[in-house]
Structures are given as structure tokens and as C-alpha cells.
């Protein structure tokens, strides 16, 4: 049987955006098998992608030999397209011996994105405009000719995972309306102030039948309180659950309230709308929210953006970035978008 190697290592997001590509994969080659080669923590999301029948694992803390012995193994299966949507030192160390198969990639736009941050220049117009990273993805599909379709991103999630968030939050929902809040994010930059998420929380409270759930990895837990603390009643702090109970989670929900951050790319890949709070990075990346019921808010200081994906620490004490969004905007924000239909 022909095969389909796709790489993307890392990270969560990037991750859940290339399930538009591996649908165009499957729509044009409908009876090849699709293998993903994640990071090893990765492994458990990757198996939720749609298609995917395989998935390699590739340790995070692997040198150059293990990668190139990996990608020597690879090289023996009897792979058609090999298709590297991360394109980095160490996925390309793991197709060496498969270039023969290896299609041409994509545009990650790191000089208009480079020029942005650093110069603060905006010149995106000059190399093609503004395009979403799950669209870019698609263009060494394009380069063999094809015409792929850009797929809304999906994830399909297992029983056991529903079960879980239907036990979490109740199997029918009854009357009430679930809203995720996700308060944190990898880098600290990249956070709405805790106590304004709080504060959001309490005013959305107002409305009788809404339950708020809380999200994120077991170590932002202390934030989670944070926020639960105001609204002990109507909050649950499910911190801590596995990647795919909290996408089945989410999938419960009408609305995720959070950071730039992987959760929001999960919770659209399941259907609920994100309201996604935009601080250091900028929506231009290519990482913006798509669907028509979400909504980014960015009120960008002049020395924004200031990292390609957030790391740097804030070099002004007043961190503008994420400050300029009040809790008024966000309420009023989030509010329109519980009013439309799901």
C-alpha cells in the first residue's frame, strides 16, 4: 500500500492547524496510508488527527544520530510523499534519507515576520499578504498540482474522552451554558492579568444558567483558582485533565475565553468559538482565530510585536500589551458571542 509521511513535531497548536492538511491528504489521496511523525508528548493529540493511522514518536531530548537513525527507518517504508510541515534543523535531520521523497514545503514568512518584530515594519503586502499558517500548509500539496480545499481543523475524539467531559459536566448539559476559560499560556508575557479574567467571570456570572470551567495544563492550576475563587459556585477547575478530555470538554462548551495559546486552536478543532486575547505576538503570524463565531482582541502598544512567539519578558513595567484590553471590551465582546447561536 502507497504511503503518506507527514512531520510536524511540535507544538500543540501547529499540531491541531495541520489537521486541515491531512484532510486535503486524504481527499487526494484517498488510499494511501497517512503516518505523523509528532514529539513524544504530542503523541496522544496526534492520534486524535483525522486519518492519521500511524504515529512515530520522536523523543524531545533526541541528538542528531538518533534523529538521522529514526529517519533511517523511515526511509525503509514505502512511502510515496514525504511531507515536512515543520521544517526545522531537526526534521530535516529526520528526512535526510527520504529527500528523494521529500515534496517541497511551505512559506513560514520569517522575514516580513522577522521585519515586524524587529523593525517594526510592517511588509507582509510584499510577501503575499497576511496568510493563515493552516493555509500556507497547503502549499506542497500545491506544488504537485493539486487543488486542495482549505478544511475547517478537526480533531476526533474517542469515547472514553466524552464520557469523561459528559461526567465533568453533566451528560445532557441541561439548561446550563458551559463557558471555558483558559487563563493560562506557555510564556507569561502572553497572559490577560488573572485578576481581569476574574473579574470577566463574575460579570458573565450575572447570567443565571451559565457554569464556567476552567482549563489548562495541571500546573496552571494556581491560576484557575484564581479565577474560581470569585464565583466558587459556578466554577469548576478541571486543570490537570489530558489533552483529549479537555478537547472533549470543550467540545461541550458555547464559548472558550483564553490566551494566544494551543487551547484556542484545540477548541475551534472541536467546534467551540474562542474569544483569544492577543498580547506580545501578533493575529499576522497566522495563527488568528478563523471561525466566523470567534473573535481575537488585540490592542497593540507601538512596540508590539515584540517576539515571535512571546517568550522575551516584557521590557515595560506596564506590560501595554495585554493592558490595553479591559475587562469591559472582553465582556461586551464575549457577551455578542453568547448571544448568537452555537
Not at 474517542?158 to 487563563?183: K, Y
Request: charged content about 20%; proline content about 8%.
Amino acid at each position: 500500500m502507497a504511503a503518506i509521511l507527514v512531520l510536524r513535531l511540535s507544538s500543540l497548536g501547529d499540531i491541531v492547524l495541520a489537521s486541515s492538511f491531512l484532510q486535503s491528504c486524504r481527499e487526494h489521496f484517498p488510499s494511501a496510508r497517512l503516518d505523523c511523525v509528532v514529539r513524544e508528548d504530542f503523541v496522544p493529540l496526534a492520534t486524535a488527527l483525522p486519518g492519521v493511522a500511524r504515529v512515530v514518536a520522536v523523543s524531545r531530548r533526541a541528538g542528531p544520530l538518533q534523529l538521522l537513525s529514526v529517519g533511517a527507518s523511515l526511509a525503509r517504508e514505502p512511502y510515496e510523499h514525504v511531507f515536512d510541515l515543520h521544517q526545522s534543523l531537526r526534521s530535516r535531520l529526520l528526512t535526510w534519507r527520504l529527500r528523494s521523497r521529500l515534496r517541497p514545503g511551505f512559506s513560514k514568512q520569517e522575514l516580513p515576520r522577522w521585519l515586524l518584530v524587529h523593525a517594526h515594519r510592517d511588509l507582509y503586502a510584499r510577501f503575499g499578504g497576511v496568510r493563515p499558517l493552516r493555509e500556507r500548509m497547503l502549499e506542497p500539496l500545491r506544488r504537485l498540482g493539486l487543488a486542495p480545499r482549505l478544511h475547517d481543523t478537526r480533531l476526533v475524539l474517542h469515547a472514553d474522552a466524552r464520557a469523561r467531559a459528559a461526567s465533568l459536566l453533566g451528560v445532557g448539559n441541561g439548561e446550563r451554558s458551559w463557558i471555558a476559560v483558559a487563563p493560562g499560556a506557555r510564556w507569561a508575557s502572553k497572559r490577560w492579568p488573572v485578576e481581569r479574567f476574574a473579574a470577566l467571570v463574575a460579570r458573565l456570572a450575572a447570567v443565571p444558567e451559565r457554569r464556567f470551567v476552567l482549563l489548562g495544563a495541571a500546573g496552571e492550576s494556581p491560576l484557575a483558582a484564581k479565577v474560581a475563587a470569585v464565583s466558587p459556585a459556578v466554577t469548576l477547575d478541571a486543570c490537570g485533565l489530558d489533552i483529549l478530555e479537555t478537547a472533549a470538554v470543550l467540545e461541550r462548551c458555547r464559548l472558550c475565553v483564553g490566551n494566544d495559546s494551543g487551547l484556542a486552536h484545540v477548541a475551534e478543532a472541536v467546534g467551540c468559538p474562542v474569544l483569544t486575547f492577543f498580547g506580545p505576538t501578533a493575529p499576522a503570524f497566522g495563527y488568528a482565530p478563523y471561525r466566523l463565531a470567534s473573535r481575537a482582541l488585540h490592542r497593540p502598544p507601538p512596540c508590539n510585536p515584540c517576539s515571535k512567539n512571546g517568550s522575551r519578558p516584557c521590557h515595560r513595567p506596564t506590560h501595554e500589551c495585554m493592558e490595553n484590553i479591559s475587562v469591559d471590551e472582553a465582556s461586551a465582546v464575549a457577551s455578542a458571542l453568547l448571544a448568537s447561536p452555537r
